[in-house]
């Protein structure tokens, strides 16, 4: 009887997690198309729909406990960051010439635009983003993002895209640091 009563339990919440993943893989589809035309119409949103459809590409991942395969390719951070700073309403200083990344797009995306949302949400004051090369390096400033999961995503995200984040607070203003190899 046990037993019986077992298997009946487990047969229930097999059908409420398919149903889970059914209404997944539906939000999914919904999310796509429109993230779809959204890229054909708003070019200068062009950052934060990387960034959406890689969250997107997570999500339908994480039913299999997993996150999104990387993609790794060829990024013209200059298009990306102005495209970001565009939709966040932040001045970019960009003095690093043209340069390339080999990254994940999306995860790039993430971290810029976490930490552009944190500091509109969370920080004080004016919010700039600076961007330089040097030694085979590219280095991006954000100055005054704040606290919040953002900042946790973006690290995480820097690093899958093959980067580091370093985080600090002082004299007044806080400082996130993304650095990237530069492609050659």
Same mark, same amino acid.
């Given at each position: 009887?046990?037993?019986?009563?077992?298997?009946?339990?487990?047969?229930v919440m097999l059908m409420r997690l398919r149903r889970r993943l059914e209404l997944v893989a539906c939000a999914e589809h919904e999310l796509r198309g429109p993230l779809t035309a959204f890229a054909l119409r708003a070019p200068e949103l062009e950052a934060e729909l990387a960034r959406a459809r890689t969250a997107l590409d997570d999500l339908t991942a994480a039913r299999t406990g997993r996150r999104a395969a990387k993609h790794v390719r060829r990024v013209d951070v200059?298009?990306?960051?102005?495209?970001?700073?565009?939709?966040?309403?932040?001045?970019?200083?960009?003095?690093?010439g043209r340069?390339?990344?080999?990254?994940? &797009?999306?995860?790039?995306?993430?971290?810029?635009?976490?930490?552009?949302?944190?500091?509109? &949400?969370?920080?004080?004051? &004016?919010?700039?983003?600076?961007?330089?090369?040097?030694?085979g390096r590219l280095r991006v400033e954000v100055v005054n993002p704040e606290r919040g999961?953002?900042?946790?995503?973006?690290?995480?995200?820097?690093r899958d895209s093959g980067g580091r984040l370093a985080l600090d607070r002082g004299s007044g203003e806080f400082r996130a640091t993304l650095e990237l190899p530069a492609a050659p």
């Open positions: 009887m046990t037993g019986w009563l077992v298997a009946l339990a487990l047969a200059e298009r990306l960051l102005r495209s970001s700073a565009a939709a966040w309403g932040v001045r970019l200083e960009w003095r690093a340069t390339h990344v080999v990254a994940e &797009e999306g995860r790039l995306a993430q971290t810029v635009g976490n930490l552009l949302a944190n500091a509109g &949400e969370h920080g004080g004051g &004016e919010v700039t983003v600076a961007a330089r090369r040097a030694h999961r953002g900042l946790k995503i973006a690290t995480a995200a820097a």
